[in-house]
């Protein structure tokens, strides 16, 4: 699976940003996808996943009610909608495919290239 992640950028505390991910080489649906993010000096940490079908999703406690994750896979893409974000949210955002919806980043077998988020003023 190719994956390719767009949608970042430069934006204030409290604004919004969809990012996308878009998938080609495999059949999309028979894969679980989430989304990681890396700050600099930091390790990659999970920010949310969803199963094959959509019906599990999970989220870190630090974007619980702010970030929502969904899929098309008619569209073979899945989306992260950031809503109020913080500074604390800077970071390089990644989509990854998996077989499973998993927190740990071990579970995804494959990766897309990232893309900047910056929350600033």
């Known amino acids: 699976v190719q994956l390719q992640a767009s949608g970042g950028g430069l934006v204030q505390p409290g604004g919004s940003l969809r990012l996308s991910c878009a998938a080609s080489g495999r059949t999309f649906s028979n894969y679980a996808m989430g989304w990681f993010r890396q700050a600099p000096g930091k390790e990659r940490e999970f920010v949310a996943a969803?199963?094959?079908?959509?019906?599990?999703?999970y989220y870190a406690d630090s974007v619980k009610g702010r970030f929502t994750i969904s899929r098309d896979n008619a569209k073979n893409a899945v989306y992260l909608q950031m809503n109020t974000l913080k500074p604390e949210d800077t970071a390089v955002y990644y989509c990854?495919?998996?077989?499973?919806?998993?927190?740990?980043?071990?579970?995804?077998?494959?990766w897309g290239q990232g893309t900047q988020v910056t929350v600033s003023s």
């Open positions: 969803i199963d094959w079908s959509g019906t599990r999703i």
């Open positions: 990854a495919a998996g077989l499973r919806a998993s927190t740990r980043i071990g579970a995804y077998e494959y």
